[in-house]
């Protein structure tokens, strides 16, 4: 596994290159695919663009994305010199913290901008005016999850950057609180290399509960969609325990473990405490399984989006 993350390291930028630059250039790097993909969307699906480009426009012009910017960042900053008294493991309780604070803001933009964006538009009888040009619905409502996913991916993106800048300063910093060697370049690649693909799989996290959130948000207002998304989020962690906890119980409480297993989205298996709490390198096939039942879950939920959308009456 050391080899491993060693030829990681070498190949992620150049040999040469610190790691500092080097995540800069990362977070860069993934702000311009951003942009590169809009393009290309724009080129082969224009309304859909149109509608994702609107609905992007609104998420950044509300002030909840830069006060969780805001907040993202001095947070970040802070978990750097709070002592967590772990006897050495510092730096594990800062990728866990990180991460975790990282998702749950994506996942709070995510949530309200699909319940701004969507809800409210219906109840305001304004996405009447737009269904009325030539713009179907199924056009407005992948316009409106690629819409809300722009600002989230960005603001994961920046706060992400500064969080692997933290991750390469704490481990410089401890070095030198407890008076040991100071770590090389290749040591805290390899630091950030273990924590990139923590960072993709909570992002597939955010993009599933995004979807759910699209879906809820033809039906229903604001608040009932927050609410509902936020008890899909601890019902999808504990997915494991509920089938576990009905085994061997009654056939209607096996049953209803089963079905909950079934419909709710398998959220903890986008978590990577326990790689981080060994220092392991989360494999790729488990990244690519990952990504796939991400895309998945988010096409069934775009699926019913548009079931619950098709029949709604508008005016």
Same mark, same amino acid.
């Given at each position: 596994? =050391? ?8 190949? +992620?930028? +150049?040999?040469? %290159? ?12 993934? %702000?311009?695919?951003? +942009? ?28 909840? *994305? ?17 002592? /967590? ?14 991460? #975790? ?12 901008? &699909? ?40 603001? *994961? ?9 933290? @991750?390469?300063?704490?481990?410089? /910093? ?7 060697? $100071? ?16 960072? $993709?799989? &909570?992002?597939?996290? #955010?993009? @599933? ?15 009932? =969609? ?40 398998? %959220? ?5 405490? $326990? ?11 488990? %990244? ?8 998945? /879950? ?18």
């Amino acid at each position: 596994m =050391n080899s491993v993350l060693q030829m990681l390291s070498k190949a +992620w930028f +150049w040999e040469r %290159l610190p790691p500092s630059i080097g995540v800069l250039i990362l977070g860069a790097v993934a %702000l311009l695919a951003l +942009w590169l993909a809009y393009l290309l969307l724009g080129l082969v699906f224009p309304k859909v663009a149109a509608i994702a480009r609107t609905t992007a426009k609104e998420a950044f012009a509300q002030p909840l *994305f830069w006060v969780e910017l805001s907040a993202g960042s001095a947070l970040l900053l802070l978990f750097t010199v709070i002592p /967590y008294n772990t006897f050495g493991e510092d730096i594990k309780m800062l990728k866990d913290s990180g991460l #975790t604070l990282i998702m749950l803001l994506s996942i709070g933009l995510a949530v309200w901008t &699909a319940s701004v964006s969507i809800a409210e538009e219906l109840e305001g009888r304004t996405a009447l005016t737009l269904l009325s040009k030539p713009i179907g619905r199924r056009q407005f409502v992948f316009g409106k999850f690629l819409g809300v996913l722009i600002p989230a991916f960005a603001m *994961f993106v920046l706060l992400s950057t500064l969080f692997l800048e933290t @991750v390469d300063y704490k481990v410089a /910093y401890d070095a030198r609180e407890g008076s040991t060697p $100071a770590p090389t370049d290749l040591q805290l690649k390899i630091e950030i290399a273990i924590t990139l693909p923590a960072l $993709a799989l &909570a992002f597939l996290e #955010t993009a @599933v509960l995004a979807s759910i959130a699209i879906a809820i948000s033809t039906r229903w207002p604001m608040l009932p =969609n927050l609410m509902t998304c936020f008890a899909i989020y601890v019902l999808g962690h504990l997915t494991p325990l509920i089938v576990q906890s009905s085994i061997g119980q009654f056939k209607l409480v096996t049953f209803v473990g089963r079905l909950l297993a079934t419909v709710l989205p398998m %959220l903890d298996a986008f978590k990577s405490d $326990a790689a981080i709490a060994s220092d392991r390198l989360i494999p790729l096939e488990y %990244l690519g399984n990952a990504c796939i039942y991400s895309l998945l /879950y988010c096409t069934i939920a775009m699926l019913v989006a548009l079931l619950m959308f098709e029949d709604r009456d508008l005016a």
